[in-house]
């Protein structure tokens, strides 16, 4: 079983919505932290959001804040991106990580999912 899902991604215009979901696996995290990440073509991976176990500390990078939300339902051991205003420099595969430490804004989480590929079109 893998430790951690993404699903969601797909093709949409600009100024549509998405909803990233990233499922992790109570086998493997017991409390995690959880961070999304993208990589557009050409360009470095970036971090665009991330959320600590609780839900009470929340990050994003400039160019999302204000049309991405990023939240969780630990019941599910779900956490979600929602994705608003979709832009064509949205476009990029975006990575769920996950650890069970802080919440942390750098790419030093130790598992990541396979990414969803999330493209927008003008």
């Known amino acids: 079983q893998e430790q951690l899902v993404e699903s969601g991604g797909g093709l949409v215009q600009a100024g549509d919505s998405l909803r990233l979901s990233c499922t992790y696996s109570r086998r493997t995290f017991s409390n995690p932290a959880v961070g999304w990440f993208r990589r557009a073509l050409g360009k470095d991976r970036e971090f665009v959001a991330a959320i600590n176990w609780s839900g009470l500390n929340t990050y994003y990078t400039d160019y999302v804040k204000g049309r991405f939300t990023i939240s969780r339902d630990n019941a599910k051991n779900t956490v979600y991106l929602q994705m608003n205003s979709l832009k064509p420099e949205d476009t990029a595969v975006y990575y769920c990580?996950?650890?069970?430490?802080?919440?942390?804004?750098?790419?030093?989480?130790?598992?990541w999912g396979q990414g969803t590929q999330v493209t927008v079109s003008s």
């Open positions: 990580a996950a650890h069970d430490g802080p919440v942390t804004k750098r790419a030093s989480y130790d598992y």
